[in-house]
């Protein structure tokens, strides 16, 4: 799916008349007669072509005057898949406002994490969504009212604030203007019995959607298998974990369903809730193209198969990019079980403790400078081993390496392998898994020889990476499918 669809109007118009929720997300239909912008597979009647016209965003739709449907609600549909495949500027700025910089530091805040002016970011994003920086986090701010509005009982005062509102008139103007109902219609609009309906105080029940397919084995299965205790269990059909977030803490409850994943989020801070979504949508990856990336992968005769009998995999992801990078270090050729003993011994020992009523969570994941303080001789690894975890933790804590959601891939990925003891397979496990690079691939990866051999493909790294350049942009899904053909408990939804 290239760029700008939204700029293909023959495209457009046959994704809504043929109602084709694959492309919600990727770009929003106003029209023009009532006002209102919708998803492309809203189930009203489509209006007449010379009616619609197309943008790039909701902030655009909204900037340009038109009012979210009632009926398909366009501000829930997946984020745009652009931005996960994308290392460019516009990208890195989407992924950092999804992960709530404009309402924490401001537009000035969000230029300095780029390394561009404030004017360059603007014209970028204007250019290419229709709308700059504060609209985007002011469309995003609606959203998340929206969403406390109609799933909890709070009072509208704390939703304003939980939802980055700076007044209560902003919140009240802003859901108005945006939903065409005041805060207490949209609530009033609810079934009595979902009105409020929390059973657990402090605890938020959400819906994360997600295009279909998806397909949850090998994306929980890695999650569960790979878990360090006291900061990740599978209990009751979930996974659930700590969040580390910007103003407090918090625990989540994933639990995949049929058309979303069910999600249970305690928050220390109310005002986390937009990071922590946007934080565990990045870990299951759900803002990803199935579609595109199976149709690729389906051009190589060896993969099709593979893509046919499970369809949708998803790149297990991280919540906190340091810590993947970490957990990856503690993972080097060590088997599963031994890399999760070591990340639980340095969690009990630095991590900060959380309570957990629901079960037998008890730790953060310990952040750099914590790690970056501990004792090397404490360290249950050989020499060459602790010099790499120690420079790891010491350029996390300072700042020298940043991994963020607005990282640079390529810059990141040569400054990562510039740390004694850092190879290919550790850079591109974190550019795949923690930074959400879709083309990361691992050839010289255990698993992946051994499903190479099986299946007749190249074994050897250089004529394994030869082969994959078919399955550009799309290698790190093509790392999913052949992990998938082991039976190595990753790939399987525990019971």
Not at 328 to 354: I, M, P, Y
Not at 361 to 367: A, G, I, R, V
């Amino acid at each position: 799916m290239q760029n700008g669809m939204h700029t293909d109007t023959e495209r457009c118009l046959r994704a809504v008349q043929s109602k084709d929720a694959r492309f919600d997300g990727w770009f929003f239909t106003a029209v023009l007669t009532t006002r209102i912008y919708c998803r492309p597979s809203c189930p009203v009647v489509p209006p007449k072509a010379e009616n619609m016209t197309f943008f790039p965003s909701a902030a655009a739709c909204q900037q340009a005057g038109f009012r979210a449907c009632k009926r398909c609600r366009p501000d829930t549909s997946p984020g745009s898949p652009e931005w996960n495949q994308r290392a460019d500027l516009v990208a890195r700025a989407m992924r950092l406002i999804g992960d709530g910089v404009v309402d924490r530091e401001g537009v000035p805040g969000l230029a300095t994490r780029l390394g561009y002016s404030t004017r360059q970011i603007e014209r970028q994003l204007l250019a290419e969504l229709g709308a700059g920086p504060l609209a985007l986090a002011r469309a995003q701010r609606a959203q998340t009212a929206r969403l406390l509005i109609e799933t909890t009982p709070l009072p509208m005062a704390e939703i304003a604030f939980a939802a980055g509102f700076s007044s209560i008139r902003a919140f009240n103007d802003t859901v108005r203007e945006v939903f065409a109902l005041s805060p207490s219609e949209l609530r009033a609009r609810l079934p009595k019995k979902r009105a409020g309906a929390t059973p657990t105080p402090g605890v938020l029940s959400l819906r994360l959607p997600f295009r279909a397919p998806l397909n949850p084995d090998n994306l929980f299965g890695h999650l569960a298998a790979t878990a360090v205790p006291g900061v990740e269990e599978w209990r009751a059909g979930a996974y659930r974990r700590t969040l580390r977030l910007p103003y407090g803490h918090g625990i989540v409850a994933l639990t995949p369903q049929p058309d979303h994943i069910a999600c249970r989020l305690t928050l220390s801070d109310l005002r986390d809730l937009p990071v922590a979504i946007s934080r565990c949508r990045r870990m299951l990856d759900l803002d990803a193209d199935p579609v595109a990336v199976d149709d690729q992968l389906r051009t190589d005769p060896v993969l099709a198969p593979l893509v046919d009998k499970a369809p949708g995999r998803r790149v297990p992801r991280t919540v906190d990019e340091s810590e993947f990078a970490v957990r990856a270090v503690l993972g080097q050729q060590v088997s599963t079980a031994a890399a999760r003993t070591h990340a639980a011994r340095l969690v009990t020992a630095h991590g900060e403790t959380v309570d957990d009523p629901e079960g037998g969570l008890t730790h953060l994941f310990p952040s750099p400078e914590a790690l970056a303080a501990l004792d090397p001789e404490s360290l249950a690894m050989p020499r060459t081993r602790r010099i790499t975890f120690t420079t790891l933790a010491r350029q996390l804590a300072d700042g020298t390496i940043h991994l963020g959601v607005e990282s640079d891939w390529a810059e990141a990925r040569a400054r990562l392998l510039d740390l004694p003891g850092f190879g290919p397979w550790t850079v591109d496990v974190i550019a795949m898994r923690g930074l959400g690079d879709p083309d990361a691939f691992l050839p010289t990866d255990l698993g992946i020889r051994r499903a190479a051999q099986e299946l007749g493909l190249p074994s050897t790294p250089a004529a394994l990476t030869a082969r994959a350049a078919a399955w550009r942009p799309w290698r790190a899904y093509a790392v999913q499918y052949l992990w998938a053909t082991d039976s190595h408990p990753i790939n399987f939804l525990p019971v």
